[in-house]
């Protein structure tokens, strides 16, 4: 089948006007389509080019993950990252904040920007939990951990807080304003006369 029909065949759309049937002896990496120049040609033959075969490996390798993950962290830490983070992650622990949150990094198994991820000490986290120094490490801003990072130990700024608070929106500890306005109604207190 030439590289053009596996690309009709796989988006399911009419040909383009342009477009004229490539002999089946030309490599799908190689083959180009007339009329489709840049990203958009470069998606549609990567799309032809997966077959369910590999998806299925995919999917094994996704499975055999799993299991290798479960064999090196034990069954006890395998629920308990399932439970909280829905997926079994193994690497090395990177450091922890005052609060008790675990900072584990992985660079060879795990995806682009998944590498880094965070073991909450609470069971009832919120992302504001995490403090400024550990984000900027989660979030890819920074290479170097807090521990590690010199200009991360120090507060370069007299506004910056000493002590990190989190969100505590939607909890018991939430500010509440006091209301200033005055009542539209009175309550009612009843006098009952003695007897």
Sequence with gaps: MSAYRRWRWSMNVSPPACAEALPDSAPLHQSRLPGLEGPLEIAIVNATARSKQEELQDNMSTLLRTLRNLRSIGLKEYGHQLHYIGDTKRGTLIGMDKYGNKYFENQEEELPLRTRWVDYADK????????????????????????????????????????????????????????????????????????
Excluded: C
Aim: no cysteine.
């Design 124 to 195: 009832e986290y919120d992302p504001s939990q995490i403090e400024p120094g550990w984000h900027a490490w989660m979030s890819y801003m920074v290479d170097k951990a807090p521990p590690e990072d010199k200009i991360l130990q120090r507060q370069l700024r007299a506004w910056e807080p000493k002590n990190h608070a989190p969100n505590l929106t939607a909890t018991r500890s939430a500010f509440k304003t006091y209301s200033t306005t005055k009542n539209k109604y009175a309550p009612w207190q009843p006098v009952a006369a003695p007897r």
